[in-house]
């Protein structure tokens, strides 16, 4: 039978506790919401959906068609000239989505004969982008510049490194300056992944590469989603202009798919502008993570240190990580749950995301909830029924 082979796999999958499924969100959801990446809380925010709105009603409700034949407007190229502005970078280029922008990023930069070196906790589009590159990839240790100077240094002609500059399931940062450092002395290029680090780390939330002292660094590539703290939709590459405009001529993702919608466009320019004018806003959702992770740990959670506004607690099992995000749920919090085969390590853990907008109030009922509801574990401790 055709697609008799997926049955199979359905079955270990629940056998595994391992099966997803969708649940609407409703638009007024009484749950305090710890799941989403809205870091800044701007996907509601009357300004950002005013700027979809009036650029809806400016531009019509799609792109109408690829960026180089009827689908760049006015807006996309404000967006661009602001975002790279913002962030610190010559010229940027903006995409249906981050995926597209990672995907164009690694792939033309990457071309035949070429070596990827990327780090063994990238996130699955960075990889994607390595698989669908001509070059070769050489996976290494996570955050390390000494694994990616060794790899460098066996390979003759381009090469670039890749890494994400948060990574999503742990929170943790990539040491920047030390990879650009690397890379500097092999004549390699750097493309990371800022999508995490957007709005929230450097000077007003410019980023990543912006703390890490890279912005607007000639052999630095950005890639970014306009989807977490810039509360819409769509991605971007912020970089070189030659760079960028190489992209413009050679990348599948941006030649071949639909351009952004202009309502998302609008939605970003209105936030990136918010976001100027209210600077204080990323360096709250970073006060917001330290106090999660320094009240959980206090508990006794195993959490990570948060470099951004990703909290990551473990959890024992997959099966005890969906059980107590759903109890999470039953107790009014949502949280995000990750386990295999999204997580590289295989161990499961509650995604939190520590948005600018909780209040002090909220965090104390995200803790005391995650503690209610917590597996116990270890010798003598035994999992509710
Ligand atoms: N990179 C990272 C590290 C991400 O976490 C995500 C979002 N899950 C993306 C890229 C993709 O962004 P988008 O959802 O806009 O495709």
Same mark, same amino acid.
């Given at each position: 039978?055709?697609?008799?082979?997926?049955?199979?796999?359905?079955?270990?999958?629940?056998?595994?506790?391992?099966?997803?499924?969708?649940?609407?969100?409703?638009?007024?959801?009484?749950?305090?919401?710890?799941?989403?990446?809205?870091?800044?809380?701007?996907?509601?925010?009357?300004?950002?959906?005013?700027?979809?709105?009036?650029?809806?009603?400016?531009?019509?409700?799609?792109?109408?068609?690829?960026?180089?034949?009827?689908?760049?407007?006015?807006?996309?190229?404000?967006?661009?000239?602001?975002?790279?502005?913002?962030?610190?970078?010559?010229?940027?280029?903006?995409?249906?989505?981050?995926?597209?922008?990672?995907?164009?990023?690694?792939?033309?930069?990457?071309?035949?004969?070429? =070596?990827?070196?990327? #780090? &063994?906790?990238?996130?699955?589009? +960075?990889? @994607? /982008?390595? !698989?669908? *590159?001509?070059?070769?990839?050489?996976?290494?240790?996570?955050?390390?510049?000494?694994?990616?100077?060794?790899?460098?240094?066996?390979?003759?002609?381009?090469?670039?490194?890749?890494?994400?500059?948060?990574?999503?399931?742990?929170?943790?940062?990539?040491?920047?300056?030390?990879?650009?450092?690397?890379?500097?002395?092999?004549?390699?290029? =750097?493309?990371?992944? #800022? &999508?995490?680090?957007?709005?929230? +780390?450097? @000077? /007003?939330? !410019?980023? *990543?590469?912006?703390?890490?002292?890279?912005?607007?660094?000639?052999?630095?590539?950005?890639?970014?989603?306009?989807?977490?703290?810039?509360?819409?939709?769509?991605?971007?590459?912020?970089?070189?202009?030659?760079?960028?405009?190489?992209?413009?001529?050679?990348?599948?993702?941006?030649?071949?798919?639909?351009?952004?919608?202009?309502?998302?466009?609008?939605?970003?320019? &209105?936030?990136?502008?918010?976001?100027?004018?209210?600077?204080? !806003?990323? *360096?709250?959702?970073?006060?917001?993570?330290?106090?999660?992770?320094?009240?959980?740990?206090?508990?006794?959670?195993?959490?990570?240190?948060?470099?951004?506004?990703?909290?990551?607690?473990?959890?024992?099992?997959?099966?005890?990580?969906?059980?107590?995000?759903?109890?999470?749920?039953?107790?009014?919090?949502?949280?995000?749950?990750?386990?295999?085969?999204?997580?590289?390590?295989?161990?499961?853990?509650?995604?939190?995301?520590?948005?600018?907008?909780?209040?002090?109030?909220?965090?104390?009922?995200?803790?005391?909830?995650?503690?209610?509801?917590?597996?116990?574990?270890?010798?003598?401790?035994?999992?509710?029924?």
């Amino acid at each position: 039978m055709a697609f008799g082979w997926i049955d199979e796999q359905a079955h270990t999958r629940r056998r595994a506790g391992l099966v997803r499924t969708l649940r609407p969100r409703p638009a007024d959801s009484p749950l305090l919401d710890l799941a989403s990446n809205d870091y800044l809380g701007l996907a509601r925010h009357p300004e950002i959906t005013e700027g979809a709105a009036e650029a809806a009603r400016t531009w019509g409700g799609g792109a109408t068609g690829s960026r180089l034949v009827t689908g760049t407007t006015e807006l996309h190229g404000e967006l661009e000239r602001e975002l790279a502005d913002f962030c610190g970078f010559e010229a940027a280029l903006v995409f249906s989505s981050g995926y597209a922008a990672n995907l164009a990023a690694v792939t033309a930069l990457a071309p035949h004969g070429s =070596l990827i070196v990327s #780090d &063994a906790g990238n996130h699955a589009w +960075l990889i @994607d /982008g390595c !698989r669908l *590159a001509r070059g070769t990839t050489q996976v290494v240790a996570h955050a390390d510049p000494d694994a990616v100077r060794k790899a460098l240094g066996t390979h003759e002609g381009q090469a670039v490194a890749v890494s994400d500059t948060v990574f999503s399931v742990d929170g943790d940062a990539a040491p920047l300056a030390d990879l650009a450092e690397a890379c500097r002395q092999y004549g390699a290029g =750097l493309v990371i992944d #800022d &999508a995490h680090g957007l709005g929230v +780390l450097g @000077d /007003g939330g !410019r980023g *990543a590469p912006w703390a890490a002292g890279l912005a607007g660094a000639p052999d630095v590539v950005v890639t970014v989603t306009l989807s977490k703290s810039l509360g819409s939709q769509g991605g971007a590459v912020l970089g070189p202009a030659r760079v960028i405009d190489h992209l413009i001529n050679a990348a599948r993702t941006f030649i071949f798919d639909t351009g952004l919608a202009p309502a998302a466009a609008g939605a970003a320019l &209105a936030a990136l502008r918010l976001l100027r004018r209210e600077p204080e !806003r990323a *360096a709250r959702a970073r006060t917001v993570a330290k106090e999660l992770h320094t009240r959980l740990t206090a508990e006794g959670h195993e959490a990570v240190r948060p470099d951004a506004a990703v909290v990551s607690v473990r959890a024992p099992s997959p099966e005890q990580a969906v059980r107590w995000a759903a109890d999470c749920r039953a107790a009014g919090l949502a949280v995000g749950c990750f386990r295999p085969p999204s997580v590289p390590d295989g161990i499961s853990r509650l995604r939190l995301t520590a948005r600018a907008d909780l209040t002090d109030g909220q965090i104390d009922r995200a803790v005391r909830v995650i503690g209610e509801t917590r597996p116990y574990v270890g010798v003598t401790a035994v999992h509710r029924t």
